[in-house]
């Protein structure tokens, strides 16, 4: 099974940007769905981002217009562009490939 690694995470003040990437230990050629989760303290995990076949998207309302998926094969990695960040973005953020999670990055946006 691949084993997924996140990184990129950290402290931002609101209105600021982070980039999470999510480095598989194997090819994700087969992977047709990559998923960013986040889990906020007391809540449950909850669904940000998905890209499917490398081209569609979808997005929590939440983030839409705000937050990139994106994929590079080549790399073995899927993207996360988080930009105006806000308070309530404050939470763990995970990927997904198949039946694979990562051990998650924290994202705290405050001032």
């Known amino acids: 099974q691949v084993q997924l690694v996140e990184s990129g995470g950290g402290l931002v003040q609101p209105g600021g940007s982070l980039r999470l990437s999510c480095a598989a230990s194997?090819?994700?050629?087969?992977?047709?769905?990559m998923g960013w989760y986040r889990q906020a303290p007391g809540k449950q995990r909850e669904p940000v981002a998905n890209?499917?076949?490398?081209?569609?998207?979808n997005y929590a309302d939440s983030v839409k217009g705000r937050f990139t998926i994106s994929r590079e094969n080549a790399k073995n990695t899927v993207y996360l562009q988080m930009n105006s960040l806000k308070p309530e973005d404050t939470a763990t953020y995970y990927c997904?490939?198949?039946?694979?999670w990562g051990q998650g990055t924290q994202v705290t946006v405050s001032s």
């Open positions: 194997g090819s994700i050629l087969s992977f047709n769905y």
């Open positions: 997904n490939m198949g039946a694979a």
């Open positions: 890209i499917i076949g490398g081209a569609r998207t």
